[in-house]
């Protein structure tokens, strides 16, 4: 257990770059997590910056959803809170969640 905390108290593998960091010393190069585009660790980086002002709401959070998800996107004051985002159509059908949920999918089949 010492080895594989590290002198901590648990596992960190958020932000992403702590799993690329423990790929790098765990598997042979890395591979498989430090494969990722630049577009892959772009979605994660907004999927989880979603899932932090769900789960947490404080103002960091939201300060941080606010700057890096809703950005300069034209939309409606309900769709710049983290649910009504999610809930909003991205394309006729399907809703921004759904897209989200098809991109883990979509990841997680490039991991393994």
């Known amino acids: 257990m010492d080895i594989l905390l590290q002198g901590g108290k648990y596992l960190t593998w958020l932000p992403f770059h702590n799993t690329e960091e423990r790929a790098k010393l765990y598997l042979t ?61 991205l394309r006729s059908g399907t809703v921004r969640f759904e897209n989200y949920v098809g991109e883990l999918g979509r990841l997680a089949g490039t991991l393994f």
């Not at 789960?55 to 983290?82: C, D, N, W, Y």
């Open 29 to 89: 190069d890395g591979k498989l997590f430090t494969e990722l585009t630049d577009g892959d660790k772009s979605v994660i980086k907004t999927i989880t910056t979603i899932r932090h002002a769900i789960a947490h709401r404080s103002q960091h959070a939201m300060s941080e959803f606010q700057r890096t998800v809703i950005g300069s996107q034209s939309l409606l004051p309900g769709e710049k809170k983290p649910a009504g985002f999610l809930r909003s159509q």
